[in-house]
């Protein structure tokens, strides 16, 4: 019996439970599943001693939370939610937001060279809005706050008005981290904002005077064609870099 009189349930360690979750979710950190409890997504009991005990229950709940980050980028919040729903035997009703269509690399048996394999303007499309504290971009990136801070030196990262995150900040970190990996650090990139800001400005210069009419139908029609145009833009990018890379390589 534990000290509060209740059985002792034995378990898993926070080790084991990183090592199953890992096969599944290779990004995954204690200290991502530490924040996790936290935040009341899972309650593993605990030894005498103070060590954590999982379930297999404690598990699979890690498991749904998880994947509902990496498949449908909720915020931690509409998780819970769902959890507890579960946990009274409901079944909650919480549209997952769209996902970002995977794009395929030119070139490859998958593309055929095609335009399948570059963005659309269903990419560009948002159904909800996502709102991530800095904690949650912090785990969910798997960067730590030093980072972030240079992210947001360099403009890489912008918080909304209200301090809070989107879902494009933690692609936008992880991908970042991953480049770090190879040399870069996050001052080299500050072009790549600049870039992007100057290609956002002449979309909007395009969209701006069908935003101005008044008709119902307008900012739908605007809507419609900044998508495209993001598209088309993204696309034409990603053609020059790739013909550049030619001439790097010599292909």
């Avoid at 084991?16 to 599943?33: E, H, N, Y």
């Avoid at 769209?98 to 990419?123: H, M, Q, T």
Wanted: aromatic letters at 6%.
């Amino acid at each position: 019996m534990t000290a509060a009189g209740r059985p002792q349930r034995d378990g898993l360690s926070i080790g084991v439970v990183l090592a199953q979750l890992r096969k599944d979710f290779p990004d995954v950190t204690i200290s991502k599943i530490r924040f996790l409890e936290s935040e009341g997504l899972v309650q593993p009991g605990r030894t005498p001693s103070g060590y954590r005990q999982f379930t297999p229950a404690d598990v699979e709940r890690l498991r749904f939370v998880l994947a509902a980050q990496r498949d449908h980028y909720l915020p931690l919040k509409v998780i819970k939610e769902q959890l507890d729903a579960a946990d009274r035997g409901a079944e909650p009703a919480a549209p997952a937001p769209r996902l970002p269509r995977k794009l395929v690399p030119l070139g490859s048996p998958e593309s055929n060279g095609g335009p399948a394999s570059l963005p659309s303007a269903d990419d560009f499309a948002t159904d909800r809005e996502v709102r991530l504290t800095r904690e949650e971009l912090l785990a969910e990136a798997g960067i730590d706050a030093a980072m972030l801070q240079e992210l947001q030196q360099y403009g890489l990262i912008r918080p909304g008005a209200a301090g809070f995150y989107d879902t494009d900040a933690v692609q936008i970190a992880k991908t970042v981290k991953t480049m770090t990996e190879f040399g870069i650090e996050p001052r080299h990139l500050r072009a790549f904002r600049a870039s992007a800001d100057r290609e956002v400005g002449l979309l909007e210069q395009i969209v701006a005077p069908v935003y101005r009419h008044h008709d119902a139908d307008a900012k739908a029609r605007a809507d419609e064609l900044v998508r495209e145009l993001a598209a088309l833009s993204v696309t034409l990018h990603t053609l020059l870099v790739k013909a550049g890379i030619r001439g790097v390589t010599g292909g």
